[in-house]
């Protein structure tokens, strides 16, 4: 049984925690908020503190703090020199990753990006190679939501990163053309929304809105020939439609986050190390600083 340290048992750390365990993991919790010390007692960790100091010894750690900490906190971790898997988006400027990298961030340090483990992104990518819909033409991805608490970070770093993510995974390459963008802010003037337009051929439109009346999520590939979506990223099927055909084609409905704990568990055990290093980390930080650049925000 392997021994995890969990960095963060909030909202989201709760579900890590619940699916390290059903790994079989050992798990140790780190959070300064007494409540969430209580809870992950409760939901089956073997012991919770208030500082990283007090930890036993572990094979790894898992780290879900909020946003600007994540790489503060991956940072003290790295003197440990075990490997650590971290929540996104851990680099808030490039900074961020020259600090991890020279402290062995590169050797250490995992990220989950967990849209590279789902399902219907990965048929996606499939039938975007296979020519099924023909050339390539146009990705759309739409996530919207009324997001109450952007945890430290805004529409950016919070929510585009999952759609940098799938376009990532999709084409190989996040596309640096940015053709247009437009940023909603809020009354404290903090970025809330935003429509891009990103490269050629094909061409990548994003809408993330952090102030939708309803919640939407999906993506969609568009050739010359035909289309495939993935509605919801909940559904059992992605669609494929073309003259003449109207298909479901059923996935995994496997939990994403299951799937990247799956495989960094398997990478303590001597297995492949995690698809997402420091590297792709830094990739998504240079994305997003690049739109917010095109926004005037920076």
């Not at 094979?59 to 020199?81: H, M, N, S, W």
């Not at 190679?129 to 991805?141: A, M, N, P, W």
């Amino acid at each position: 049984m392997k021994v995890i340290g969990l960095i963060g048992c909030g909202a989201w750390g709760k579900s890590i925690l619940r699916d390290l365990i059903l790994l079989n993991c050992k798990i140790y919790v780190v959070d300064t908020d007494c409540q969430a010390l209580s809870n992950a007692l409760k939901l089956g960790a073997a012991d919770a503190f208030c500082n990283i100091n007090d930890l036993p010894n572990c094979d790894g750690f898992v780290v879900a703090v909020p946003i600007p900490d994540l790489a503060k906190e991956c940072a003290g971790l790295l003197k440990y020199k075990k490997p650590i898997f971290s929540e996104k988006t851990l680099c808030l400027s490039l900074q961020d990753f020259n600090l991890l990298e020279s402290l062995g961030g590169l050797e250490y340090i995992c990220v989950m990006h967990k849209w590279h483990y789902h399902a219907g992104v990965e048929a996606l990518r499939i039938i975007a190679q296979s020519g099924r819909v023909g050339k390539l033409e146009e990705i759309f991805t739409t996530r919207h939501a009324w997001v109450n608490d952007f945890h430290g970070g805004d529409v950016f770093w919070t929510q585009a990163v999952h759609d940098l993510t799938i376009i990532k995974h999709i084409l190989g390459y996040i596309p640096t053309k940015i053709k247009e963008i437009n940023v909603i802010k809020n009354d404290s003037d903090l970025p809330v929304s935003f429509t891009a337009m990103l490269g050629d051929k094909p061409t990548i439109v994003i809408s993330v809105n952090g102030r939708h009346c309803r919640k939407i999520s999906g993506v969609s590939i568009h050739g010359n020939k035909g289309s495939a979506a993935l509605n919801d990223a909940y559904d059992d099927h992605i669609i494929v439609r073309d003259e003449d055909v109207y298909e479901k084609i059923p996935i995994d409905t496997t939990f994403p986050l299951y799937l990247e704990l799956k495989e960094f568990v398997t990478y303590l055990y001597n297995g492949c190390k995690p698809r997402c290093n420091l590297q792709s980390a830094k990739e998504v930080t240079q994305a997003i600083l690049k739109l917010r650049k095109a926004a005037k925000l920076i």
